[in-house]
Each structure stands twice: as structure tokens, then as C-alpha cells.
């Protein structure tokens, strides 16, 4: 005689399955080019806000978000908009960069 599983079971261990094959392909998503973010690059460590004070008032190009990020010491740096949800984790290495609604650069923190 054969032993059958109960079909609750069954069907539970193949959502399982699907909810994990999904995860597995999931690619990462890209940063946008209207909020760059600029990773670990050859100098990198502690921020230091106050070098880096210079792009307030620019647009938040590649290159003005890595010459702040360069500037202030900072591993990564990253394009906030103003009142926009951020994680709430403080990290000693990263510079934010805020914008305001025109896009210009308004604060320079680290964080």
C-alpha cells in the first residue's frame, strides 16, 4: 500500500518552492540617472562633512557627487530628494547629498 501526502502539505511545499525560486532571479535594481549613487572608490572612510560643502548649489552629477564624496573622506555617497524616505541607519562612512525640488544641491551630511 502506498502512502499519499495529506494535499495541504503538498500544496504548501510548492509555494515554498515558487517563493524561493522567484527570490533566487531576482535581479538588483540599478541606480537612477536622476539620483546617482557613487560607491566605495579608491579613497574611502570616515565622512567629513565640511570639505565637501563646496556642492551645494550644483546639479548632482557623477562627477560633482564623486568630487563631494572624494572631498569629504567618504566610502560612498548618495542623491536624496528633500523629504524623501531614507533608511533611518546612520553609517560614519557614507556623505548624503539633499536636493531641493529644483534639483540643486542643499545639504551636505554625512550619514
Request: positive net charge; aromatic residues 0%; contains cysteine.
Amino acid at each position: 500500500m502506498r502512502h499519499h501526502p495529506h494535499p495541504l502539505l503538498t500544496a504548501c511545499a510548492g509555494l515554498c518552492m515558487a517563493l524561493l525560486a522567484g527570490c533566487a532571479g531576482t535581479p538588483a535594481r540599478a541606480p537612477t540617472a536622476d539620483t546617482p549613487s557613487v560607491g566605495p572608490g579608491p579613497r574611502g572612510g570616515t565622512c567629513n562633512a565640511a570639505p565637501a560643502q563646496g556642492a551645494k548649489g550644483k546639479q548632482p552629477t557623477a562627477s560633482t557627487v564623486e568630487q563631494a564624496r572624494v572631498a569629504s573622506g567618504a566610502a560612498m555617497a548618495r542623491v536624496l530628494r528633500d523629504n524623501q524616505p531614507v533608511t533611518m541607519e546612520f553609517n560614519a562612512e557614507r556623505l548624503n547629498l539633499v536636493t531641493d525640488a529644483s534639483g540643486k544641491i542643499t545639504t551636505v551630511r554625512c550619514g
